[in-house]
């Protein structure tokens, strides 16, 4: 049997980020304004690192390069998942992603993002942007150009434990005062379509409007999705989605729970509590990697968790 892989994040500092991710999670942060914690990432813009066992002092990403096995024998050059957390202090940019074909002809051959969210926590009457009101690619491209942002952007409500689907092509945006899980095809893709004018360093931010008017599908269909849920003894595990890229499941477990995830592999974040995964400790906060190969999972506790595999 192979062995958990723990992970020790990367912190990224923005222009709208804030300090909950220490006072929520007690991470070491950079700043008062650190953004994002890239929790499981194998990307050159933010490498994890293996912190104990068999492979510590390894990146993610020579892991995969070096022992596939781990990774059920999946192909493929990247990595496909990135998992983060997101704290959003202030409104993010109103943005867009390319799929994979858009991004492979016009990145540098990168991935395109698909992703999705888990509402970690939101302040009381919170509200996200997700999709908008133009009626056809023209009068995407009109709104945009002449600024009718009001008009633009559509606005949904949210609360705590909501999960959405952003497809590429998906106009959205992160409102102030949300923290989110975000979990996403290994991509680092964003183009912003308005950012309220803000500068940074003195210069207003680097827009990407053509590319933004390029890929954004029009007319906007609200995307759907049919939650599944499955009770345990002493678990409730809630399927969000499974898509082409990958399966998101929140787990609530409150004592002892078996579990054979049946995967290529599965990344694990511990979003509440604390417990055991076959007598290793773990709170809140901790992220690992269940390799394929491991077996059945022998966990305790009181503790929420949110797990993701890839799609073979």
Same mark, same amino acid.
């Given at each position: 049997m192979s062995e958990i892989l723990w992970i020790t994040p990367v912190f990224v500092e923005?222009?709208?980020?804030?300090?909950r991710l220490h006072t929520e999670f007690g991470y070491t942060i950079p700043s008062d304004h650190t953004g994002e914690c890239w929790a499981i990432s194998a990307h050159p813009n933010g490498n994890c690192m293996i912190t104990s066992g068999t492979y510590e002092g390894y990146s993610l990403s020579r892991l995969w390069e070096e022992h596939r096995e781990l990774f059920g024998g999946m192909k493929g050059a990247q990595?496909?998942?990135?998992?983060?957390?997101?704290?959003a202090k202030? +409104?993010?940019?109103?943005? $867009?992603?390319?799929? /994979?074909?858009?991004?492979?002809?016009?990145?540098?051959?990168?991935?395109?993002?698909?992703?999705?969210?888990y509402i970690l926590d939101c302040e009381a009457d919170s509200q996200i942007v997700i999709g908008h009101h133009a009626k056809s690619k023209t009068e995407v491209e009109e709104m945009i150009t002449e600024k009718r942002w009001d008009d633009f952007i559509r606005v949904v409500p949210i609360k705590k434990g909501d999960f959405f689907q952003i497809d590429p092509g998906c106009v959205h945006a992160i409102k102030g005062g949300t923290l989110i899980l975000e979990t996403q095809q290994n991509s +680092?893709?964003?183009?912003? $379509?308005?950012?309220? /004018?803000r500068l940074s360093d003195g210069k207003l931010r680097q827009l990407h409007v053509q590319q933004s008017i390029d890929t954004i599908v029009a007319p906007f269909v609200e995307e759907t999705h049919s939650t599944q849920v499955i009770s345990y003894p002493?678990?409730?595990?809630?399927?969000?989605?499974?898509?082409?890229f990958y399966c998101v499941d929140h787990y609530r477990v409150f004592g002892e729970f078996t579990q054979d995830f049946q995967a290529p592999f599965t990344n694990v974040s511990i979003i509440e509590g604390e417990g055991?995964?076959?007598?290793?400790?773990?709170?809140?906060?901790?992220?690992?990697?269940?390799?394929?190969?491991?077996?059945?999972?022998?966990?305790e506790g009181d503790f929420a968790m949110i797990c993701s595999n890839p799609q073979a």
């Open positions: 923005m222009i709208w980020g804030g300090e990595f496909p998942l990135l998992v983060k957390i997101i704290d202030t +409104d993010l940019s109103i943005q $867009v992603h390319p799929d /994979d074909a858009y991004a492979a002809l016009h990145e540098h051959g990168s991935l395109g993002k698909t992703e999705c969210w +680092d893709i964003t183009y912003r $379509v308005y950012d309220y /004018d002493h678990a409730v595990c809630t399927n969000y989605i499974r898509c082409a055991r995964i076959d007598g290793t400790a773990f709170q809140k906060g901790q992220h690992f990697i269940i390799p394929g190969d491991y077996g059945t999972c022998h966990f």
